[in-house]
């Protein structure tokens, strides 16, 4: 038989293809292990080569009998000093110098490393000797430079894969040279030119004409991208590029305009979703042309808006820490206009791009210049937020921004504005999920189960509902309505994190300076706040107030939170809130028509809550003495509060019965009215009467008399004392606001007197004045003993008369 050889057969073309990929692969991953490990190896074996031969290389061995050949040529000032070096020889033994004579006669001795520990007779090792391993060392692989390889697309035979590389073309030294001596030669010769020298109106000019040709560049690249976005990505990179001018006469003002050209161009391209990076089998597989161009113009479109985001929090950074690069052109005052541009851009991409990628990364650089030190970039901030808010209608980036709100309020100790804090009033929230019972929380049942289905339907009629319910499905999806409980949980989660800093501020920072904010944020959202937190928030703000340390304004707020409170889910709560009463009768007098003008609103706010919404908890004494004290500071406040505070007792008289006793004379039971008192139930408001409105009828602002007029006579529904409709239907808020006069004008404004009237009553006068002169004539004379002037004053009268 003949022997067979031990080689391995290359696989056929066929068992190949039957081969699994998974297979095909691993054998991929071994060989190329196995190749990296003989790299390393080979690496290793190189480095250990390298260190003997530097070790040899610092070492050089010289047999003894050579440095005795040496020593004798030397001169005799040096033969006192070979003798004492000679002394040890002499007193050895001579089988001891024979042993070192022959030792020394060896390399190996000579070049070992003595501060070694390994024994001087070792045994001979498998490896080769030093001397051995430097022979085998190339001589050029010092001065040889590393060649570097250019990896190429490899090539697939019967055999395997075999990888395709080619080294990369290298200039010689020589040409590098001559490059680099040409490039001085022309900076030579460019500085050896003598610069002319400009006048300033030359400067200006060359100014002018230089920031004319960078704004055309800018404005045919901004054109060129949004007439094809798609096709002309590429040149956002070119237009980024100008935000790094370097030219000092016009670097600041070219900076801005691509700043916000680049906003601009930003807000019109970015589509209407989010953009998600692809995975490793969505690049993998094929598409048509129209799918892989619209992916590069996605994936470059967040790329360069990536670049630009970062270089907007780069400049606004550098402006921050005063830091200025070495290589830049623009002075640090100049920065900061750069910087106030940087956060206006930033705003609007936060209220246009609420959707689109890296928004919440806008939200972390604006939220923190909420509290800058410059007031003009902190209410830029403010306001971009307020904008946000206002038009989330999910609230999905409303919840991103007031986490990060609530965390620098923490991180700062509480030491923020308070407009930061005042932002949270624009929430867009009026329902959320309240705590819900066990039964609701439980999953509802399924309409039929599957057995029912298969029970009670046929099979068609199975496959019908089927069909179906995967259309309402698509259906929904098409439509891109979010759910009402996404909705609300997203609005229950928003409102936990401003309530948990309400809570916090109120706990821990009483004397903040955020307390007004807190107080009036807590009246808005009170009636969303769950029933277990009732008890001790009332306790809390009353509380508050009893403290004396609040503002008049503060003071009201706690009181309308109280009310909201306890008018809402706090009805089944026993709570007696008289204390809120008493405390805002003894404090209304407080107002005036000078600064705390304003605040009759937050008080009118309060009445309605107090009064109108409680009116089967209020008792008449309450109510008469409030109607008595509110007509009474009619007379001390401006027009528009008067108008308010009307239309409140208008109210007043139509929701709770016997009010119309304050408009008889006659006083009805026992005791005298006590308007000293600050008790409303004990004041004995029965006993007197609204002389108030009198007073008001001769108001000099219309709709303060027309009110005036309609309570005078109990505030009827109908007649000829009837409220027009524009009065009666506005709540008093509204009315406050309509007549504000805070633009120190009328309002309503006062009618122009017409032209004709006025020249009728100048021919009168004149005509007047013409038989005066002729009387005074003719009886000059007979009144020789009276002045003229009473005399002439008297015909005046009579004639007028």
């Known amino acids: 038989m003949k022997s067979r050889k031990n080689t391995k057969r290359v696989p056929s073309f066929r068992k190949l293809l039957r081969t699994s990929k998974i297979k095909l692969d691993n054998k991929l991953k071994n060989k190329q292990y196995k190749q990296q490990s003989a790299a390393k190896k080979y690496r290793k074996q190189q480095k250990k080569l390298r260190e003997a031969v530097r070790d040899a290389i610092s070492r050089k061995p010289f047999p003894l009998e050579e440095c005795k050949k040496k020593q004798v040529g030397k001169s005799e000032k040096h033969e006192e000093e070979e003798e004492e070096e000679a002394l040890p020889l002499d007193m050895m033994d001579e089988d001891d110098l024979k042993l070192m004579e022959d030792l020394a006669q060896k390399a190996s001795f000579l070049t070992r490393d003595l501060s070694s520990n390994e024994p001087v007779h070792v045994k001979k090792r498998k490896h080769e000797s030093v001397m051995d391993k430097y022979e085998k060392v190339p001589r050029r692989m010092q001065t040889e430079p590393e ?97 790094m001018e370097q030219d000092p006469n016009v670097a600041v003002i070219v900076r801005k305009l691509v700043m916000v050209s680049l906003m601009e161009i930003f807000k019109d391209i970015v589509p209407s979703y989010k953009i998600r990076p692809l995975t490793e089998a969505e690049k993998a597989t094929k598409v048509k042309k129209e799918t892989q161009k619209l992916r590069e113009f996605e994936e470059g479109l967040v790329s360069q808006y990536k670049f630009y985001l970062e270089n907007l929090e780069q400049t606004i950074k550098d402006w921050k820490q005063r830091k200025l690069k070495k290589s830049n052109v623009i002075s640090l005052k100049a920065y900061k206009g750069l910087a106030e541009i940087a956060v206006k851009c930033l705003c609007e991409l936060l209220v246009a791009l609420p959707h689109f990628n890296f928004h919440n990364n806008i939200i972390v650089l604006i939220v923190p210049l909420m509290n800058d030190a410059s007031k003009m970039i902190s209410e830029l901030c403010c306001e971009a937020v307020r904008k946000l808010f206002k038009q989330d209608k999910l609230g999905c980036a409303s919840l991103g921004v007031v986490k990060v709100i609530s965390g620098l309020v923490r991180g700062r100790n509480y030491d923020v504005r308070p407009e930061v804090l005042k932002v949270f009033l624009h929430l867009r929230i009026k329902e959320v999920e309240l705590q819900k019972d066990a039964e609701d929380i439980a999953p509802k049942k399924k309409f039929m189960t599957y057995k029912e289905k298969r029970k009670n339907l046929s099979r068609m009629q199975r496959k019908w509902r089927k069909a179906e319910e995967k259309l309402e499905r698509e259906l929904l999806e098409a439509e891109a309505s979010e759910s009402k409980e996404k909705k609300l949980k997203l609005h229950t989660e928003t409102l936990n994190i401003v309530f948990v800093t309400y809570f916090r501020i109120l706990k821990k920072a009483q004397k903040s300076p955020l307390l007004p904010a807190v107080l009036e944020g807590l009246a808005k959202f009170a009636h969303l706040i769950n029933v277990e937190f009732f008890d001790d928030l009332v306790i809390v703000l009353h509380s508050l107030i009893a403290s004396g340390g609040l503002s008049y304004r503060e003071s009201l707020h706690c009181i309308l939170s109280a009310f909201h409170i306890l008018s809402g889910q706090g009805d089944v709560l026993n709570i007696d809130p008289m204390k809120f009463y008493t405390h805002l009768y003894k404090t209304l007098f407080s107002l005036h028509a000078g600064r705390t003008n304003d605040d009759v609103e937050i008080v009118l706010q309060s009445l309605d809550v107090m009064f109108p919404r409680r009116r089967k908890q209020v008792s008449q004494q309450r109510a008469l003495a409030f109607l008595k004290r509110l007509s009474t500071l009619a007379l001390h406040v401006l027009p528009n509060s008067s108008v308010g505070i009307l239309a409140t007792n208008r109210v007043f008289m139509q929701m709770f019965p016997r009010m119309d006793l304050l408009l008889d004379n006659e006083s009805q039971g026992s005791g005298v009215y006590l308007p000293e008192l600050d008790e409303p139930e004990h004041c004995n408001a029965q006993n007197t009467a609204l002389w108030e409105l009198h007073l008001l009828q001769r108001h000099y602002h219309p709709t303060v008399r027309t009110f005036a007029a309609h309570l005078s006579v109990g505030a009827p529904a109908e007649g000829s004392a009837a409220l027009p409709l524009d009065l009666s239907q506005r709540p008093a808020t509204e009315l406050f606001e309509a007549y504000s006069m805070r633009g120190m004008t009328f309002n309503p404004p006062v009618a122009a007197v017409t032209p004709r009237r006025k020249d009728a009553f100048s021919q009168t006068d004149a005509f007047i004045d013409e038989e005066l002169n002729k009387q005074l004539q003719q009886h000059t004379t007979a009144t020789a003993g009276h002045r003229p002037l009473d005399f002439a004053k008297h015909l005046k009268q009579s004639s007028l008369s």
């Not at 080619?166 to 040409?182: C, F, G, I, R």
């Open 147 to 243: 060649k570097e390889l250019i990896h190429l697309l490899p090539i697939k035979d019967k055999s395997g894969i075999i990888p395709q590389t080619m080294e990369k073309p290298v200039l010689s030294v020589a040409q590098d040279e001559q490059e680099d001596t040409e490039e001085m030669e022309e900076a030579e010769g460019f500085s050896a030119e003598p610069l002319p020298v400009l006048s300033p109106e030359e400067m200006a000019a060359q100014r002018r004409q230089k920031l004319q040709e960078r704004k055309m560049h800018i404005a045919a690249l901004a054109s060129a991208i949004l007439s094809a976005p798609d096709s002309n990505i590429k040149k956002l990179k070119e237009l980024r590029a100008m935000l």
